[in-house]
């Protein structure tokens, strides 16, 4: 009664029938610009029928339904999709997210997923390899940056506890003096960082945002100097966040004078390259992360320039020991025999109990791509960045704020009358060309300023592309000048 209706002997003609319609709606449903330009109500009727029916509906009505909702999405490899860290997947990483989901692994424990264990915890050692940590490192396959961020910063809080107070937080909670801890990462960090500090029972305020230079880095003097205040006031620097890649603007944070002042103060470093560890694969470019090596944790995003379907990532420590503040054993699934007896169960490296086998979708897609392509893609990246940039400078209307690092470039339109508003009408130049499904362009702002950006993660983008899109903006300015706000 229903064996065909999962992967059985007897389902597996529906299996196949089910991925081949799946296949075939992506097909032909696929957006054709970068986004259909529906309105929130628009789609929202969509689905407006019963959810659940007491019986199931046509095949050919649902899978229509479904391309629906394909039509009305993101078309990430579409040249005119330039908005966020948000990548197009490479066709191998989708092919792996077939097995993945027909497997089902949990890799929680050894005996849900044995060989998907053995091949994640290659794929880790891999990574530890590529970031320079000594052979004592490890890591772990995590849901994203953000997750990675808020276990570094875990992590740090409790060695911290541990080594100046001699106290277990997992044993007895955070003890009086904790209110002294702070984090420090740079005023353009991700706001992961925040949001960590206060999931962690210190609240947001121990977070202290240190300046950045010109170039959107954090000001090591301005560390320095916040580290000696800190010391005067008998705060206690648990841990300093330094990013590789920052969200706007690609800005990369001197690594190796970070790792210095760090260790004088006793604090942890874990870096945030859940953007710019995709660098690891360049030869031309993997110097700007001179010092990553030096950290005790890192962050690491696949789905953003590996090119993985999300979610897709990584949390490595520099001492795989640390892991012991997360490790509680449970006799069902991880019990301590099982550690005795050499079995690995990743549970204990992780703040999930469930997960996927993501790692699947990078080992296959370093199988069949290669380091050479994986680099030319990275480089290509940094390339297209480079054009806008020059091209920004170039034309006229328009304000370039950064000099790309990696693939961000921030600009803005900025129109000859001076009477015109100019914040009001960079973002209605952002708001009108992705109501008509004309692109998805970055926001943000920066010194008080609304501002327009470019993030360069698809490779087949060209030149041209670029061009076309600039003067598309410059048009849609000219435009709206004219309309009333």
């Given at each position: 009664m229903?064996?065909?209706?999962?992967?059985?002997?007897?389902?597996?003609?529906?299996?196949?029938?089910?991925?081949?319609?799946?296949?075939?709606?992506?097909?032909a449903a696929w957006p054709r610009g970068p986004y259909s330009g529906s309105s929130p109500a628009e789609l929202q009727k969509l689905f407006a029928g019963e959810i659940l029916p007491p019986t199931g509906m046509p095949d050919s009505q649902v899978w229509k339904a479904v391309e629906e909702v394909i039509a009305n999405s993101i078309s990430l490899t579409h040249p005119a999709t330039i908005a966020h860290l948000h990548c197009p997947p490479l066709i191998a990483s989708l092919a792996a997210e077939v097995v993945v989901s027909g497997l089902n692994a949990?890799?929680?424990?050894?005996?849900?997923?044995?060989?998907?264990?053995?091949?994640?915890?290659?794929?880790?050692?891999?990574?530890?390899?590529?970031?320079?940590?000594?052979?004592?490192?490890?890591?772990?396959?995590?849901?994203?940056?953000t997750q990675s961020n808020f276990m570094g910063l875990l992590l740090a809080r409790d060695a911290a506890v541990a080594s100046r107070w001699k106290w277990s937080v997992q044993q007895k909670?955070?003890?009086?003096?904790?209110?002294?801890?702070?984090?420090?990462?740079?005023?353009?960090?991700?706001?992961?960082?925040?949001?960590?500090?206060?999931?962690?029972?210190?609240?947001?305020?121990?977070?202290?945002?240190?300046?950045?230079?010109?170039?959107?880095?954090?000001?090591?003097?301005?560390?320095?100097?916040?580290?000696?205040?800190?010391?005067?006031?008998?705060?206690?620097?648990?841990?300093?966040?330094?990013?590789?890649?920052?969200?706007?603007?690609?800005?990369i944070d001197s690594l190796p004078e970070i790792s210095r002042l760090a260790r004088a103060a006793g604090a942890w470093l874990h870096v945030d390259a859940a953007y710019g560890s995709a660098l690891l694969l360049s030869s031309k470019q993997r110097g700007k992360l001179q010092g990553i090596e030096l950290a005790d944790s890192v962050s690491v995003d696949f789905h953003k320039k590996f090119w993985q379907a999300i979610s897709c990532a990584a949390f490595v420590v520099r001492d795989a020991a640390q892991f012991r503040h997360l490790e509680i054993h449970a006799d069902?699934?991880?019990?301590?025999?099982?550690?005795?007896?050499?079995?690995?169960?990743?549970v204990g490296r992780s703040l999930a109990t469930t997960r996927r086998f993501d790692a699947l979708k990078l080992w296959l897609s370093l199988q069949l791509l290669g380091r050479d392509k994986f680099e030319a893609m990275v480089d290509r990246t940094l390339e297209l960045a480079e054009h806008a940039a020059k091209r920004i400078r170039e034309m006229k209307?328009?304000?370039?704020?950064?000099?790309?690092?990696?693939?961000?470039?921030?600009?803005?339109?900025?129109?000859?009358?001076?009477?015109?508003?100019?914040?009001?009408?960079?973002?209605?130049?952002?708001?009108?060309?992705?109501?008509?499904?004309?692109?998805?362009?970055?926001?943000?702002?920066?010194?008080?300023?609304q501002c327009l950006k470019f993030t360069c993660m698809n490779p087949v983008t060209t030149e041209r592309d670029l061009d076309a899109l600039l003067e598309r903006i410059q048009i849609t300015g000219k435009k709206l000048e004219t309309e009333p706000n």
């Open positions: 229903f064996e065909t209706e999962f992967l059985t002997e007897a389902g597996e003609k529906q299996y196949r029938l089910a991925i081949t319609k799946a296949v075939d709606a992506l097909l949990s890799m929680d424990s050894f005996d849900q997923a044995p060989a998907a264990t053995l091949l994640e915890l290659a794929v880790c050692e891999w990574l530890c390899g590529e970031i320079g940590f000594p052979r004592s490192s490890a890591a772990v396959f995590t849901s994203g940056g909670g955070l003890p009086p003096q904790a209110s002294r801890l702070r984090f420090l990462c740079s005023e353009v960090a991700h706001f992961s960082v925040e949001k960590s500090a206060y999931q962690l029972g210190m609240g947001s305020e121990a977070v202290l945002k240190v300046p950045v230079d010109r170039e959107y880095r954090m000001d090591t003097a301005a560390l320095g100097e916040t580290l000696e205040s800190m010391r005067k006031e008998e705060l206690i620097p648990a841990a300093i966040v330094a990013t590789a890649g920052t969200t706007d603007f690609g800005s069902y699934l991880n019990p301590e025999s099982h550690d005795a007896a050499g079995i690995p169960n990743l209307y328009f304000e370039l704020l950064n000099e790309p690092q990696m693939g961000c470039v921030v600009f803005r339109y900025v129109p000859e009358d001076s009477r015109v508003d100019v914040d009001s009408l960079n973002r209605r130049v952002r708001e009108r060309m992705f109501e008509r499904g004309e692109a998805v362009l970055g926001h943000t702002r920066v010194h008080g300023r």
